[in-house]
């Protein structure tokens, strides 16, 4: 079974860039999840997805970020512009369905963004 | 929102029974304890999950307590491949209001 897969893997702006991050989750998962985690912390909730629709976006700066996830498949996260703050690992996981009470999420490897 | 406290760090050695314990005293009735594991640049990993009592799996085994405020991960006989951060969620997942919080976890070290 192919994992999550994240690109880029890896990318570098100044301040006042845009940068996009690019999720394709686990073939039929419905919920789709994306985290911030800045070193040394736990992972952070910024948008949570069940097929095309936010189930949770409280925690997603939206003067800056924006995510979307059309069609329900592959999910888009953009930051305009970025901050030097924003400089952290972005973790895309996906999960067959939570609405069951159980949840396993499966995680990609993320995109470590430095802002320079 | 169910919060959880974690110790920030443990150490032993090869071979040893290690065992973490998360507090969440006030969980609710309808949460599920679950546990991720995360290696340094990579994406955490789901461990184990339990509602009550015990649950075990190749893995480790997951303690729950009566009044379920509390819950412990167990790894048996672990090895320096077990040196990985280890984060308790509390929560939910089928409610609306579920968010997936990790908090800071427990960064385990195992020494040969």
């Known amino acids: 079974e192919a994992g999550v897969a994240q690109s880029p893997r890896y990318k570098i702006i100044e301040k006042r860039q845009s940068v996009a991050f690019w999720c394709n989750p686990i073939s039929g998962h419905a919920t789709l999840y994306w985290y911030q985690q800045i070193l040394g912390q736990g992972p952070k909730l910024l948008i949570q997805f069940q097929n095309n629709g936010v189930v949770d976006d409280s925690q997603l700066p939206k003067d800056r970020f924006s995510a979307e996830r059309l069609k329900g498949v592959d999910s888009t996260l953009k930051i305009q512009p970025a901050k030097l703050e924003d400089s952290a690992v972005y973790l895309c996981?996906?999960?067959?369905?939570?609405?069951?009470?159980?949840?396993?999420?499966?995680f990609g490897p993320g995109t470590r963004l430095l802002v320079l | 929102l169910a919060k959880t406290t974690q110790p920030i760090s443990m150490d032993s050695y090869e071979g040893q029974e290690v065992n973490i314990t998360c507090s969440h005293n006030?969980?609710?009735?309808?949460?599920?304890i679950t546990w991720y594991q995360q290696f340094p640049s990579q994406g955490p990993r789901f461990i184990i999950q339990g509602y009550k009592t015990k649950v075990t799996n190749e893995v480790a085994s997951l303690f729950i307590p009566a009044d379920r405020k509390s819950s412990t991960l167990s790894l048996p006989r672990v090895s320096l491949s077990d040196t990985a951060v280890y984060y308790c969620l509390v929560g939910d997942p089928s409610g609306g209001s579920y968010i997936p919080t990790f908090g800071r976890g427990t960064s385990l070290i195992v020494h040969p």
């Open positions: 996981a996906s999960s067959l369905d939570n609405r069951q009470g159980l949840e396993t999420q499966y």
């Open positions: 006030n969980i609710a009735t309808n949460d599920y």
